[in-house]
């Protein structure tokens, strides 16, 4: 009960004596002191990974079993996480209780939020250690980093293809499966990837949101903005490694090519 009345009252009498962080909960500090010590003591008897918490190394230990005791009660999907099956849960929802105060965007996830005023202040926090390169979200610099070491440790079943992204390897392997979750509420077209979707129902909506600075032309696709620009600067970055002609597109190179090795990969299905 008084460590309950402390959330009302706000009141933080433990302090952190290296970073002055405050907490309502001893238990709290004791935990946030040992990322200063870096002290994991807690370790899986599997894999040896050590974490801070008890309760962290618990929930670590479902990934070896399986176990998933969190059920989602309309549409039953389980988790091994309690906070993973609040944020699922939101999905049913439509809440999103995290909102931007620069731009009213709101989010799930706080974490999300988070991450997403940092496009507004420009903060960049995550450093490449190698190339120095920064990052506003840490996940975005884990991935980086692997661009340097040449990790690819997400390998396809079916084709041993190697991808360094986890998410690249689930939608590689709809590739195999011809599954294509993201169905467009206009038309039903169906498509293998989330980004796929959205640049389609620009189609319908009629909007393009990439302007040409130069011209005001407008597009639906970043790429092919990046690719309109180049008109104006002259630039043509795409050269035949064969008779060195340069393009500003490679679409537009890959198809010059085919002169040179006479490929003619469409054909008539009415006059052969």
Request: hydrophobic share 20%; with cysteine.
């Amino acid at each position: 009960m008084i460590k309950h009345q402390r959330i009302h009252r706000r009141e933080h009498p433990y302090c952190c004596d290296v970073c002055s962080k405050t907490f309502n909960v001893k238990s709290d500090l004791t935990r946030h002191k040992y990322l200063h010590s870096c002290e994991r003591p807690y370790c899986c008897d599997v894999c040896s990974k050590s974490f801070t918490t008890k309760s962290i190394l618990m929930t670590h230990c479902r990934l070896h079993t399986g176990e998933r005791p969190y059920s989602c009660d309309v549409c039953s999907k389980t988790f091994n996480k309690k906070s993973d099956l609040i944020r699922h849960k939101c999905l049913h929802s439509g809440e999103r209780p995290y909102c931007c105060e620069v731009c009213s965007k709101a989010f799930i996830q706080k974490g999300h939020l988070i991450s997403h005023k940092r496009l507004h202040s420009g903060e960049r926090p995550y450093c490449c250690d190698v190339c120095s390169k920064t990052f506003n979200i840490k996940s975005n610099i884990i991935r980086h980093k692997r661009l340097h070491s040449g990790e690819r440790s997400y390998c396809c079943d079916v084709c041993s293809k190697t991808f360094n992204i986890k998410s690249d390897l689930i939608r590689h392997k709809r590739l195999h499966s011809g599954e294509r979750p993201y169905c467009c509420d206009v038309c039903s077209k169906t498509f293998n990837r989330k980004s796929a979707l959205i640049r389609h129902k620009l189609l319908h909506s009629g909007e393009r949101p990439y302007c040409c600075d130069v011209c005001s032309k407008a597009f639906t696709q970043k790429s092919s903005l990046i690719s309109h620009k180049l008109l104006h600067i002259g630039e043509r970055p795409y050269c035949c490694d064969v008779c060195s002609k340069t393009f500003n597109e490679k679409s537009d190179l890959i198809t010059h090519k085919r002169l040179h090795s006479c490929e003619r990969p469409y054909c008539c299905d009415i006059v052969q």
